[in-house]
T-cell receptor, first 111, second 110 residues
């Protein structure tokens, strides 16, 4: 089945220790998104790639970076995680700006 | 900027009851979407609407794209325990990424 895969599902890191979350997709969609979701809130868009073009949201902290080495994969790097970065991180894909399909998410804990 | 006002914020119902929730905006959109999110999982697309006035069903779920293009509603008939979760509306203008409402949390009382 075509899908969006996120690894790992649960990630624990230490305060200030860099962490990378990964996302892959078999849908062959050209747009990939990273969202941060805190408890009981809507997903908050951090950035997205439209093909190879990177689009950052204005209020995304510099601590968050992303890489998209090819169509299928996209990575979220958190350079120096703080306690406030503990959240669920969701990857999504779409064909152009059509409906988005989400992965299962990675829950990040910062100790 | 664009904003979606989703209501109610939460609702408590008895199993078997029908549910209705809606999403409104002061902006016009070309696409309305409804997602459901279970605890610890990513949102799952339930229904996508592309045309003003469109009424679409998916099993016990029915959603409509408002004729003004500024609103949408979702109905769930004969609720069952697995309907528990957070329902998000989302909308987009043509050639623009989607934005999300704040969600409606559905609780079902035994």
């Amino acid at each position: 089945d075509a899908m969006v895969i996120q690894n790992p599902r649960y990630q624990v890191t230490q305060f200030g220790k860099p962490v990378t979350l990964s996302c892959s997709q078999t849908l062959n969609h050209n747009v990939m998104y990273w969202y941060q979701q805190k408890s009981s809130q809507a997903p908050k868009l951090l950035f997205h790639y439209y093909d190879k073009d990177f689009n950052n949201e204005a209020d995304t902290p510099d601590n968050f970076q992303s890489r998209r080495p090819n169509t299928s994969f996209c990575f979220l790097d958190i350079r120096s995680p703080g306690l406030g970065d503990a959240a669920m991180y969701l990857c999504a894909t779409s064909r152009a700006y059509n409906e988005q399909f989400f992965g299962p998410g990675t829950r990040l804990t910062v100790l | 900027g664009q904003q979606l006002n989703q209501s109610p914020q939460s609702m408590f119902i008895q199993e078997g009851e029908d549910v209705s929730m809606n999403c409104t905006s002061s902006s016009i959109f070309n696409t309305w979407l409804w997602y459901k999110q279970d605890p610890g999982e990513g949102p799952v697309l339930l229904i996508a609407l592309y045309k003003a006035g469109e009424l679409t069903s998916n099993g016990r779920l029915t959603a409509q794209f408002g004729t003004t293009r500024k609103d949408s509603f979702l109905n769930i008939s004969a609720s069952i325990p697995s309907d528990v979760g957070i329902y998000f509306c989302a909308a987009a203008r043509r050639d623009d990424k989607i934005i999300f409402g704040k969600g409606t949390r559905l609780h079902i009382l035994p």
